[in-house]
């Protein structure tokens, strides 16, 4: 069973930056796609950024020159570096992985994280 734990959720000011984390554990697995999702309050989880275990990424239209995703394939672990932050980005952010164990494929979500952008 692989399990994902995030950290770095907090309080911030309109324009700070925020840095969260993901780790992954478990054993004998290997992970393609990892990302981060949000929910804001009474709307859908959305997608705000991937990234491939080669380093492709993608990103919301939302977040694109202010977010970045980067991942460290040795610790199983995916960051999601946050600046000029807006009040829109207030969400719980979940972490992401989709890979395989053995080869039962599967896709794992992290308990979130709070980000609270706020004056």
């Known amino acids: 069973q692989v399990q994902l734990v995030e950290s770095g959720g907090g309080l911030v000011q309109p324009g700070g930056s925020l840095r969260l984390s993901c780790v992954a554990s478990?054993?004998?697995?290997?992970?393609?796609?990892m990302g981060w999702y949000r929910q804001a309050p009474g709307k859908q989880r959305e997608l705000v950024a991937g990234?491939?275990?080669?380093?492709?990424?993608n990103y919301a239209d939302s977040v694109k020159g202010r977010f970045t995703i980067s991942r460290d394939n040795a610790k199983n672990t995916v960051y999601l570096q946050m600046n000029s932050l807006k009040l829109e980005d207030t969400a719980v952010y979940y972490c992401?992985?989709?890979?395989?164990?053995?080869?039962?494929?599967?896709?794992?979500w992290g308990q979130g994280t709070q980000v609270t952008v706020s004056s």
């Open positions: 990234v491939t275990s080669g380093g492709s990424t």
């Open positions: 992401n992985a989709a890979g395989r164990t053995g080869w039962t494929p599967f896709v794992h």
């Open positions: 478990g054993s004998g697995f290997s992970i393609n796609v």
